[in-house]
């Protein structure tokens, strides 16, 4: 299969040639501001002029070897300034960097780094540190930077590199790369299965950039609170000003929404991404404090499927032009469709009678289209496959933002591809869903995650939303027992009262056997177990673990399946 079809070869493009843009636009505009404390040299924030011209230092250290242009670096720097300058500084000298969350534990973050076969690692002592105690996961590094003080690992001080710099004259530009060139490694956060490492290239960026603006109406001069690292780094790529917030981005769901919001209005914030954890958060503190957002103009919230509610209630608190949006998509391609709270209230009640999470038409530029449910490899896909409109299949979709490679996993990477009719290869999202009269993606829940019981398939989220119309629960999850195409639907719940007695667990129980009845959904979801605190992702708090809690299940002592 040609894997870069969909790219136009031989085409020369940095994506850090944005920012040097940026720069030559509104040198003395504030690119990154930082609440967390100073960066490397002591300083609050970068101006647009000062973040070019670092990363341009860092880039020009980076070029004169030992790594070669193509080669991956492993970064493992906090939010901050010096991690623009960082990740710019890679771009620029034509290196990839390796980016993995630190929150996916220790175990699997390494597999993951050691996957990447870096050549290079550029982070604060610890990670240093960790590296040469752990010495297999790091065989192949060439070269040392690191935040902070060096003791006995040598390599080069970050802060002294910034220090001895050239003047702005003597910098060279970003190195000459192709557009389909990979740019940077992004690994997947492992939620619902293996985490893989997505090639993004330097057009994949572009297009991000450029749909991002487009879709959402973010325009330059904007003040953005990045609560998400990875997504922050388009603030400055739009011409905006990052303000990275006190928080620990590895448990957004965890946060003080004081802080926050706090940030929002001390900075004049016009957006921030949030997580849909993050933003239940949010939403809670505002509503009850009546706090409003007059400058806040543009909310995206993305990693899981958002509570309409929260959606609505927090668009509440902003001014008349604020608008929230909520993507559709994943790490191999982010945003592939999108909507906002207004059209989300007015599909609220079918929402919660189960069809699903509607997450709105596609975005320019992009198809998606509906296939029949398969696990196997699915080499074409013809227009006669196609699913009709309303019927539940697997979500494909084929564009400028949708990555086509996994690192060194061909496997993988063939499985999740497909040739569509119209030539093109096409990512198989591995999530179900359908597409209505008006052209909107339903989504229904993960496809691996589907629970197959002789006949009848239940989905996940279509399932679980008829379960959380009750009061007396926060959320609830879908998982099979017994073997696979004979699974027993069992439905967890997580009661909003955290302590429930046995009788109020029984009384539970029984009510939600009612509600499940009368929808042709769940109306053969017999069996319930109690779960206080459901475990989720580490990289947005949102995804329910619902792998975890299947196996917990097949163990537990109240479940009669006989």
Not at 547 to 553: D, M, Q
């Amino acid at each position: 299969m040609d894997i870069a079809a969909n790219t136009d070869a031989g085409e020369i493009f940095n994506v850090a040639s944005l920012l040097t843009e940026s720069a030559k636009s509104h040198p003395d505009r504030v690119a990154v501001k930082s609440r967390r404390g100073p960066d490397t040299l002591g300083r609050s924030f970068l101006t647009y002029a000062q973040l070019d011209r670092d990363s341009s230092i860092l880039g020009q250290v980076l070029g004169r070897g030992p790594l070669e242009v193509g080669d991956r670096v492993v970064v493992m720097v906090p939010p901050g300034s010096d991690f623009f300058v960082v990740i710019f500084g890679l771009f620029k000298a034509g290196l990839v960097p390796v980016m993995v969350d630190p929150g996916m534990g220790l175990k699997r973050m390494l597999l993951c780094l050691s996957e990447s076969k870096p050549r290079g690692l550029i982070g604060v002592k610890r990670a240093q540190l960790g590296s040469l105690l752990m010495p297999r996961y790091f065989t192949g590094i060439k070269q040392r930077i690191t935040l902070g003080s060096r003791f006995f690992w040598g390599g080069q001080s970050f802060r002294k590199i910034l220090l001895e710099g050239a003047g702005p004259e003597n910098l060279p530009g970003p190195v000459a790369t192709l557009a389909d060139q990979a740019a940077g490694i992004l690994f997947t956060s492992g939620a619902t299965g293996l985490a893989k490492g997505t090639i993004y290239t330097h057009a994949m960026f572009r297009a991000q950039v450029k749909l991002i603006r487009e879709t959402y109406g973010l325009t330059e001069g904007g003040i953005d609170l990045a609560t998400f690292p990875l997504f922050s780094l388009f603030s400055t790529a739009l011409g905006l000003t990052a303000v990275i917030p006190n928080m620990n981005p590895v448990k957004p769901g965890k946060t003080d929404p004081r802080k926050i919001l706090v940030a929002l209005n001390e900075e004049n914030c016009t957006s921030v991404f949030a997580s849909p954890a993050l933003l239940s958060r949010l939403t809670s503190y505002a509503t009850e404090n009546k706090i409003t957002f007059g400058t806040l103009k543009r909310v995206i919230s993305a990693g899981a499927p958002i509570v309409p509610k929260v959606a609505i209630d927090f668009a509440n608190t902003m001014g008349p032009e604020g608008r929230l949006f909520t993507p559709y998509g994943a790490t191999e391609g982010m945003p592939l469709t999108s909507i906002d709270s207004r059209e989300i209230a007015q599909v609220r009640g079918m929402n919660e009678q189960g069809f699903g999470v509607c997450v709105g038409k596609v975005v320019a530029d992009h198809q998606m289209a509906v296939i029949p449910i398969s696990d196997a490899p699915l080499t074409a896909f013809t227009e006669e496959q196609k699913l009709p409109m309303g019927e539940v299949g697997e979500f494909v979709a084929q564009g400028p933002v949708v990555a086509l490679n996994y690192f060194e996993r061909p496997k993988e990477t063939a499985l999740s591809l497909t040739k569509g009719p119209d030539g093109q290869i096409w990512r198989r999202m591995g999530d179900l869903g359908w597409q209505d009269a008006q052209g909107r993606m339903w989504f229904c829940g993960r496809k691996s995650q589907r629970v197959v019981s002789g006949k009848n398939v239940f989905f996940t989220i279509s399932c679980e939303a008829i379960f959380n119309n009750h009061p007396k629960v926060l959320r609830s999850a879908l998982v099979g027992v017994g073997p696979a195409g004979q699974a027993q639907p069992v439905m967890i719940i997580e009661p909003r009262p955290k302590r429930l007695s046995a009788k109020a667990w029984t009384e539970l129980v029984e009510e939600l056997k009612a509600l499940g009845r009368i929808n042709p959904r769940t109306m053969a979801i017999k069996l319930f177990l109690l779960y206080r605190n459901f475990p989720v992702d580490i990289r947005h708090n949102a995804k329910i673990n619902r792998e975890k809690l299947a196996l917990w299940a097949a163990n537990h002592p109240d479940l009669n399946l006989k």
